[in-house]
């Protein structure tokens, strides 16, 4: 069973637009929920991240929107690059430091020049 | 800042023969670190959770017998793929983290092919 679920699989933007990725989650105990950003062949790289006590972080471009009650959060890229072209994972886990993160699938962002 | 190097970064190994790859984690304390393999399709399968002073955590279709970690430090950690097959191919990745802390730092991962 999927713990985190991602969707769309992929999605391509133009340059300038917003993209907008979703991830949602089964385990109500998960507090802790960072996106990461995967290059092809190299290792993901953390990008922002949120605490079940928060419903939205934001950092340049990049915010996180987040729906405790209905476990769904959501990455927005606003002003889209093409070097914002990559995979975009959302993870969780249940404690500071003691668990280690559950991955969703990912979704795999084109932006278009 | 923190930096995580993992080694080799692609390695080829025959079936039925066994592998190392090496985690270093630079600029903090790697109290906790995790090894996780990604598949072709992308996906994430978490191997283990190795903590410093405490029992090493397998995932369910992960065995110490096929996955031995050592973790003898602070800034280090290394998996062995034992008896590898072709099922046992992907992104070997590593993410360490301090205690305490919840970001969770990788590696470039090691790719594994096996003929």
């Known amino acids: 069973q999927q713990q985190v679920r991602q969707s769309p699989q992929s999605l391509t933007v133009w340059e300038g637009e917003t993209a907008i990725l979703n991830c949602s989650y089964e385990d109500s105990t998960f507090n802790y929920f960072p996106w990461y950003q995967q290059f092809p062949g190299e290792g993901p790289a953390l990008l922002i991240s949120i605490s079940s006590v928060s419903d939205k972080k934001e950092d340049g471009r990049f915010t996180i929107f987040f729906n405790k009650r209905e476990k769904k959060l959501s990455l927005h890229i606003t002003d889209s690059q093409p070097g914002d072209s990559a995979t975009y994972f959302c993870?969780?886990?249940?404690?500071?430091?003691?668990?280690?993160?559950?991955f969703g699938t990912g979704t795999t962002v084109s932006v278009s020049p | 800042g923190a930096l995580v190097y993992q080694y080799p970064r692609r390695t080829i190994c025959k079936s039925g023969t066994s592998m190392r790859m090496e985690c270093q984690a630079v600029?903090?304390?790697?109290?906790?670190v995790a090894w996780y393999r990604q598949s072709p399709q992308k996906t994430f399968e978490l191997i283990a959770l190795?903590?410093?002073?405490?029992?090493?955590?397998?995932e369910q279709n992960f065995t110490q017998e096929k996955f031995p970690i050592s973790h003898p430090n602070l800034s280090f950690s290394s998996m062995t793929v034992l008896n590898a097959y072709l099922e046992d191919r992907g992104l070997y990745l590593c993410?360490?983290?301090?205690?305490?802390?919840?970001?969770?730092?990788f590696g470039h991962g090691t790719k594994l092919s096996v003929l």
């Open positions: 993870a969780a886990s249940r404690d500071q430091g003691g668990r280690a993160l559950i």
């Open positions: 600029g903090f304390q790697a109290t906790s």
């Open positions: 993410g360490a983290r301090t205690g305490g802390n919840e970001r969770l730092f």
């Open positions: 190795s903590t410093v002073n405490s029992a090493i955590k397998y």
